[in-house]
């Protein structure tokens, strides 16, 4: 027999019940959720039991959504059934106040670097972690680039040439700086003049 999404799905919730949910399959990857407090509980449960075999931790990743009050980080899993071929996605979420999540370094090996650099980007302090600090940040930052806590770009900035980045009108491609303001080269006749 096939491992099979609905097969996947229905092992999970006789195990857990409802406290897993918001059940999706985005191209086909079977996808959901479960309280942060179950971390560890449905990973060794994807691990260990027989007929699932999710034994390989393809990737481990931070989400920030800054709308969603007290889940505004996620923390995505997703796991891969080498034996038969299987992908899976499994998030849960918690509060940007208190990001503690159970570590999943005693399960997977490849969550220690993994985790490592979800905490230098998003803040997400992983509980149990035997060496969680900065990777690729220097350790004296106060802060967490990837979360979107800062204001985008100021659009008014002149100190930025948009040909530097590829985007650059001269060059017949993106966009041109004039005093009338920026012309997007769709605004532009044939022979490269504004239409206005």
């Avoid at 017949?172 to 044939?190: M, R």
Wanted: charged content about 30%.
């Amino acid at each position: 027999m096939s491992l099979t999404n609905e097969h996947i799905k229905e092992k999970l919730v006789e195990k857990f019940g409802e406290q897993v949910n918001n059940f999706t399959e985005p191209h086909g990857m079977l996808t959901f959720e479960a309280p942060k407090e179950l971390n560890l509980k449905v990973l060794n449960f994807l691990y260990d039991a027989p007929e699932l075999k999710f034994r390989f931790l393809t990737t481990l990743c931070a989400v920030h959504y800054p709308q969603q009050k007290e889940k505004e980080l996620a923390v995505v899993y997703h796991l891969h059934n080498l034996e038969d071929n299987v992908r899976i996605r499994f998030k849960i979420f918690t509060d940007i106040s208190k990001p503690d999540i159970y570590t999943a370094t005693g399960l997977f090996s490849a969550a220690n670097w993994l985790e490592r650099e979800t905490y230098d980007f998003y803040g997400v302090n992983f509980i149990g972690h035997p060496n969680l600090k900065r990777i690729l940040n220097v350790e004296e930052m106060d802060y967490f680039p990837m979360r979107k806590e800062y204001p985008l770009e100021d659009s008014t900035r002149i100190d930025k040439d948009d040909e530097m980045f590829g985007r650059g009108g001269t060059f017949g491609y993106g966009t041109e700086k004039t005093d009338q303001g920026t012309i997007a080269e769709a605004e532009k006749n044939n022979e490269g003049e504004a239409v206005l």
